[in-house]
């Protein structure tokens, strides 16, 4: 006839060795994992939502007259602040229960909210466009003037070469003068606008470079503190339970009359 009690101590021998074994040190281990796998998940949504806004501001860059390049800088800060909550705030979402399945599959009982992450601090700041040195963009647009004005004159020059009149000659230079002058304006008018544009473009890179440090800079000072706070947590807590386990273990000791009795 088996005997139901011996089998029930050999069944939870049995279960107690091998909640045994996942209390040798292992926990960290698993926590470091862990850490690392959020920081690769949090590095890859960031990068994506950053890309994202990228493009959107650069499109907005193409097609923004000078009032709306100069809201654009505000309008991305914005955006971006709302991608580091969000990369933040889906790396607690994933991190936490991960963290709690290492003290569960020890048989550490954990309280609601554990762990409690360390918040972000850092925040996004919006940047301001390289101001446009007025000279600078009066001499590029000065000289792309003269060089449309030039092709302007062009014909006034070749055709008396070809023998040919020069559709009336000195009439005609005064149209040559304002043509060569409109040039000028239109071509300070155009380089300013690129000038500025190229100006925006770098000053939203910048912005977008600086989120990503700040995402990578903050997630690594989170991560830091929660393997020394959670660590020392999980240490004191594999102790007393591996104590707790070997107290029954020691209890449930084999003795002669179950040996005999199992066989």
Do not use: K
């Amino acid at each position: 006839m088996p005997d139901r009690y011996a089998d029930a101590v050999r069944a939870r021998r049995a279960e107690l060795r091998a909640e045994r074994a996942l209390l040798d040190g292992s926990q960290r281990v698993e926590l470091r994992g862990e850490l690392a796998l959020s920081r690769i998940g949090a590095a890859e949504a960031a990068a994506a939502a950053l890309a994202a806004v990228g493009r959107a501001a650069r499109s907005r860059i193409d097609d923004s007259d000078r009032a709306g390049g100069e809201q654009l800088p505000g309008q991305v800060g914005a955006a971006l602040g709302a991608v580091v909550a969000a990369v933040h705030a889906g790396w607690a979402a994933d991190l936490a229960p991960a963290l709690r399945r290492i003290a569960t599959r020890r048989g550490i009982a954990v309280e609601p909210g554990w762990p409690v992450l360390p918040p972000p601090r850092s925040a996004v700041s919006t940047g301001r466009p390289e101001p446009i040195r007025r000279g600078r963009s009066l001499l590029a647009g000065a000289a792309e003037g003269v060089a449309v004005w030039r092709l302007a004159l062009l014909p006034l020059a070749v055709l008396p070469l070809l023998g040919l009149p020069a559709l009336g000659g000195p009439r005609f230079a005064p149209l040559a003068v304002g043509l060569g002058l409109l040039a000028i304006v239109l071509a300070v008018r155009s380089g300013r606008t690129g000038l500025r544009r190229a100006a925006l473009r770098r000053c939203i890179e910048e912005m977008i470079g600086a989120a990503r440090i700040t995402i990578d800079t903050d997630l690594g000072r989170r991560l830091l503190e929660l393997d020394r706070v959670v660590g020392a947590e999980l240490d004191a807590a594999v102790l007393h339970r591996r104590g707790v386990v070997d107290a029954e273990l020691q209890a449930l000791a084999p003795d002669r009359s179950l040996e005999v009795a199992g066989g």
